[in-house]
């Protein structure tokens, strides 16, 4: 099978609901999964060399943030597990993406799901774009705070109480990008420098490439989607 220098990855849509992915993964490419729904994902894969997959488990599934989430011990934190199984904990990535601090209720609380986690962990923090804020307005759910990123005192004090997981993008913390050279180390991908055009805080090295086109809805209805029109 052919390698590539570039590594894949879906951020436009879950891979479980856009299967472009698997041609990629099927040539041997390297590839960064990231899904909502690893328990559908996991007999998905059928390579497992060149897979890391990202399971993205916030603890507000089955509520109205994301509406058709099932709940983390409802098949999410299980698929999670199976994949870490089938590909080995190294390519499983457990993503708490994103956190609203003090947002209630969740189904399952940050330090319990972090006890689940098999290896490693990342997490970001919702960004509250004007779309953003106004579906949450119109879902009648207030919000802790109403500036663009979360106060600082308490994306600080989540990230150690967490026990200083990997972040994403976040003034102040630490950033790991995505496709970082510990992927590429997994993946067996030379890293290559930094993107030239990318959003403000975001480290991602330049291996990466998109899988998957633009999707005008999602299947999952999550509030807090940073696509304008993806709800």
Known sequence: ???????????????????????????????ILIT????ILVSMIDNKDNI??????????NTLVEPHIPPPWS????????????????????????????????????????????????ISFMDLYPH??????????KLPYTEFHAPFKDRYRIWKELGEPEVCSEPGLPSIPC????????LRVTPSTRRKEQRYLCNC????????????KCLYGCLYCYWKDGI
Not at 5 to 23: F, M, Q, V
Not at 101 to 122: F, Q, V, Y
Not at 179 to 186: A, G, L, W, Y
Request: aromatic share 4%.
């Open 75 to 122: 098949g999410p934190l299980d698929g999670y597990h199976s994949l870490c199984r089938k590909l080995g904990k190294d390519k499983v990535v457990l993503r708490i993406d994103p956190i609203i601090p003090n947002m209630e209720p969740l189904m399952l609380s940050l330090e319990d799901l972090t006890k689940e986690a098999e290896g490693r962990i990342r």
């Open 205 to 216: 090295l330049a291996n990466k490439t998109e899988l998957l086109p633009n999707s005008p």
């Open 179 to 186: 496709i970082s050279e510990e992927d590429c180390k997994v």
């Open 132 to 141: 953003v804020q106004a579906r949450f307005n119109r879902a009648g759910i």
């Open 1 to 31: 099978m052919s390698r590539s220098n570039l590594i894949g990855i879906t951020e436009r849509t879950d891979p479980t609901a856009n299967l472009n992915w698997r041609s990629w993964v099927k040539e041997g490419k390297p590839a």
């Open 52 to 61: 890391i997959v990202h399971c993205t488990i916030t603890g507000l599934g």
């Open 36 to 39: 909502k729904r690893p328990d």
